[in-house]
């Protein structure tokens, strides 16, 4: 059993393998700093939002607002038209009821 004798590891490490050692472990202390010091969500609750025909809800503000103007019907009807003109040659096959 030896006692006091010093750690072959650290006389070894050298400035080369020092320096990438030190650079790794200060980028991930950074990192673990970051993603501690993000604000949790999980407790929050957000109130519904109440689905209304003809209303746009816009999250652009990060809170839902429904809004009802000139510029988003025109915005909506816009969309439908097209959601229209892209489905209007979609079929669907007929599942027939003998499964092989």
Same mark, same amino acid.
């Given at each position: 059993m030896r006692t006091a004798v010093r750690c072959p590891t650290l006389p070894s490490l050298k400035n080369p393998r020092a320096i990438p050692l030190l650079i790794g472990a200060a980028a991930t202390a950074a990192a673990l700093w970051a993603y501690a010091s993000q604000p949790r969500t999980a407790g929050r609750t957000t109130e519904p939002v109440a689905i209304q025909d003809g209303k746009t809800i816009d999250f652009s503000s990060g809170r839902p607002?429904?809004?009802?103007? +000139?510029? #988003?019907? !025109? +915005?909506? #009807?816009? !969309?439908v038209k097209e959601i229209d003109a892209a489905s209007k040659n979609v079929t669907f096959p007929v599942d027939s009821k003998e499964k092989k």
């Amino acid at each position: 059993m030896r006692t006091a004798v010093r750690c072959p590891t650290l006389p070894s490490l050298k400035n080369p393998r020092a320096i990438p050692l030190l650079i790794g472990a200060a980028a991930t202390a950074a990192a673990l700093w970051a993603y501690a010091s993000q604000p949790r969500t999980a407790g929050r609750t957000t109130e519904p939002v109440a689905i209304q025909d003809g209303k746009t809800i816009d999250f652009s503000s990060g809170r839902p607002v429904t809004r009802d103007g +000139a510029a #988003d019907k !025109a +915005a909506l #009807d816009a !969309a439908v038209k097209e959601i229209d003109a892209a489905s209007k040659n979609v079929t669907f096959p007929v599942d027939s009821k003998e499964k092989k």
